[in-house]
């Protein structure tokens, strides 16, 4: 949970840090406009496609950043999402004998009452038995 929290903090400061970068570019666009409206000389004009070139590398420059931080973000979200199955599988199971121990069971069997609920009732039936496999103490399938 705490990766999780450090992971969310740290992209929102990378896209706050972006947005501040985007804000800057449109405030020098928007200087370079009026620049170009005041009917401005040959080296004003050198000087106003200088600003909009390096505004360009810039912003260029930031959104190469941007797309490393999600990159980045994107496989931390993977690698947790990883964590938190086999969290669950690990929660689900007995570590000394591999079996699904009692949470497991009865959230099982709960979701098989709920379901059995919409149809009437549980019945037997080839698609919805309770069977024991080699590796695990009991599957349920449907």
Same mark, same amino acid.
């Given at each position: 949970m705490a990766d999780l929290h450090g992971l969310l903090y740290k992209e929102l400061e990378g896209v706050t840090h972006s947005c501040d970068h985007t804000e800057h570019f449109n405030?020098?666009?928007? !200087? !370079?406009?009026r620049a170009l409206d005041a009917n401005p000389s040959l080296k004003?004009?050198? &000087?106003? *496609?200088?600003?909009?070139l390096e505004a360009t590398t810039e912003a260029m420059r930031n959104n190469q950043q941007m797309r490393e931080?999600? =990159?980045? *973000?994107?496989?931390? &979200?993977h690698t947790l999402q990883s964590e938190v199955k086999q969290l669950r599988d690990e929660i689900s199971v007995d570590a000394l004998t591999g079996l699904f121990?009692? =949470? *497991?069971?009865?959230? =099982?069997?709960?979701?098989l009452v709920d379901k059995s609920g919409s149809r009437g009732s549980l019945t037997p039936s080839p698609h919805n038995t309770l069977h024991a496999a080699p590796h695990r103490a009991?599957?349920?399938e449907w």
């Open positions: 405030q020098t666009l928007l !200087q !370079q406009t004003d004009l050198q &000087s106003i *496609a200088n600003t909009l931080h999600l =990159r980045s *973000a994107e496989q931390h &979200s121990n009692r =949470r *497991a069971l009865n959230k =099982r069997m709960q979701e009991f599957h349920l």
